[in-house]
């Protein structure tokens, strides 16, 4: 049976509303001649941001797939795919913020960056361990999710104060 795991919700919003909130102003206060290429480059990011923030993980009882989309393959990111019985280990690594990554290390010597900002996450990690035998219990989100709806709504208030004070 295949499972899609898309984006988390919060990371996705998190990331729109932060974009929203840093540029909707541009185009009310570009110069006259401008305000017509500045608000086609604020769709247009807009449109990029949207488009990068919807990868995705497949599962099925062979594999694991991570799908990105076409503009984050033109900007350097590769899907990949691995079969469950070609995973040798897990392993961690810590982030700058103290936090860890973890990556499937297979029997070939590659290394696949384990998806943890997908929705879903502990249904995830249990299709992992099940297909791969190997103990997820220490794997968890790269940040907590607090974090990604802080940012939300911190951006989201940036965006109302910057209407109400076009209004006024």
């Known amino acids: 049976m295949i499972e899609k795991f898309k984006t988390l919700f919060f990371v996705k919003s998190s990331l729109v ?8 102003p541009i185009p009310f206060v570009t110069i006259d001649r401008l305000k017509i290429p500045s608000i086609i480059t604020f769709f247009l990011g807009l449109y990029l941001i949207i ?3 919807s990868e995705y993980v497949e599962t099925c009882d062979n594999k694991i797939s991570y799908k990105t989309s076409f503009i984050s393959k033109t900007l350097g990111k590769k899907n990949w795919e691995v079969l469950w019985k070609d995973i040798k280990l897990i392993k961690s690594l810590p982030t700058s913020q103290g936090s860890k990554v973890y990556y499937f ?16 996450f502990e249904k995830f990690v249990l299709i992992v361990s099940r297909n791969t035998g190997i103990a997820t219990n220490e794997i968890s989100y790269i940040s907590p999710l607090w974090t990604y709806k802080l940012l939300t709504l911190l951006s989201v208030l940036m965006v109302i104060g910057e209407i109400f004070a076009f209004v006024n």
Do not use: M
Not at 17 to 24: G, K, R
Not at 105 to 115: A, C, S
């Open 17 to 24: 509303s932060l974009y929203l909130a840093l540029t909707i």
């Open 105 to 120: 290390n297979t029997y070939q010597g590659d290394n696949f960056l384990v998806p943890q900002r997908v929705e879903n």
């Open 51 to 53: 488009n990068i923030t």
